[in-house]
């Protein structure tokens, strides 16, 4: 028996998926004191800089929380069946800065702690494939409007 998602299916967990890395991220910064105190002697941060690494974590995990939501709302949008709108165009740019920004915050970072030069990168090519999904959608959205204007 082969066992086939559906597109509800696979929309309901993508929502799960995303409450989870919520929660993940809501209990990680109410417990940040503990997981700073576990990974900083692995990577070698010191005293001084342990203040800077506190901001670098809540700022960016504060803005990751947003993009979260506004990819709940994408999701929700599209279990709706409004998947070429300009709402959803909105939430996908929304994502894209936020991830531009995340990236910015990681980059100033680096000056204290090297290592947060990889997850810039991996921030900025996120938001390079958001923007390219963005795009994608804004030009399905002229065709729809295209073909409903010719009807």
């Known amino acids: 028996m082969k066992f086939e998602w559906s597109q509800k299916q696979s929309l309901r967990l993508t929502l799960a998926v995303t409450g989870l890395f919520f929660i993940g991220i809501i209990v990680t910064m109410l ?3 503990y997981f700073v105190d576990l990974l900083l002697p692995l990577n070698g941060i010191s005293q001084y800089n342990i203040s800077y690494f506190y901001v670098t974590l809540y ?64 921030a900025t090519f996120m938001a390079l494939i958001v923007r390219v999904v963005k795009n994608v959608f804004c030009q399905a959205l002229l065709i729809k409007e295209e073909n409903e204007f010719t009807i």
């Open 31 to 33: 417990k940040m004191k």
């Open 59 to 122: 700022v960016a995990l504060t803005v990751m929380l947003g993009i979260l939501i506004l990819l709940a709302c994408l999701v929700r949008n599209i279990q709706k069946d409004i998947v070429f709108d300009p709402m959803n165009i909105r939430y996908l740019r929304l994502i894209s800065w936020s991830c531009i920004l995340v990236a910015l915050i990681l980059l100033l970072s680096a000056f204290y702690h090297f290592q947060w030069i990889i997850l810039a990168v991996a």
